[in-house]
């Protein structure tokens, strides 16, 4: 039964393995959005800012890094133009906002499309197109899981000559 059991983990695990290696790998050859990238550098031209307002319920996530507690707070925002309400999200990293407002910028043409930091936005857009982080993790992944199903067969032939 042990034999049986070791088989459906090494067989989950590559195949686990070989979705985070095409995940990555596409991530990379996709690059950034081109369309995201020249919204946010038309909203940054623009610099059309808005004051929204937070809206009282958040989202509070708290990740271990190297045991140590992080904290990040997801709100909800609302802004109105021309008696059209309009929503996004935006998280904070370190503290609770002192404030229940926020400037947002907004996309003249679809104020659908906002944010609170576009140059953050369209620097890590950018970073897409120009970072082999993607790949590196994909190859990774797929080496991971090469090895472990090598060590599969591996495994099985020793059984099998004993």
């Keep these: ?3 049986f059991i070791d088989k459906i983990l090494g067989i989950i695990v590559v195949i686990i393995c070989i979705t985070l290696c095409k995940t990555c790998t596409s991530d990379y050859l996709k690059g950034g959005d081109n369309k995201a990238i020249s919204n946010y550098e038309k909203m940054i031209f623009e610099n059309s800012k808005i004051t929204a307002q937070l809206y009282p319920n958040y989202k509070e996530i708290t990740i271990k890094v190297m045991k140590i507690p992080m904290k ?3 709100f909800r ?5 021309n008696g059209i309400k ?3 999200q935006h998280s904070f990293l370190t503290e609770l906002p002192k404030s229940n407002s926020l400037d947002v910028f907004y996309l003249k043409d679809d104020p659908n499309f906002n ?3 576009p140059n953050e936005q369209l620097s890590n857009e950018k970073e897409k197109n120009s970072s082999n ?3 590196y993790w994909g190859i990774g992944w797929g080496v991971f899981g090469l090895f472990t199903l090598i060590g ?3 495994k099985d032939n020793e059984k099998k000559e004993e």
Aim: aromatic share 22%.
């Design 1 to 3: 039964m042990s034999k």
């Design 72 to 74: 990040t707070y997801q």
């Design 77 to 81: 925002y609302h802004f109105d133009i």
């Design 86 to 88: 309009y929503e996004g």
């Design 115 to 117: 944010c609170v930091d």
């Design 133 to 135: 982080k993607n790949l």
């Design 152 to 154: 599969m067969f591996i």
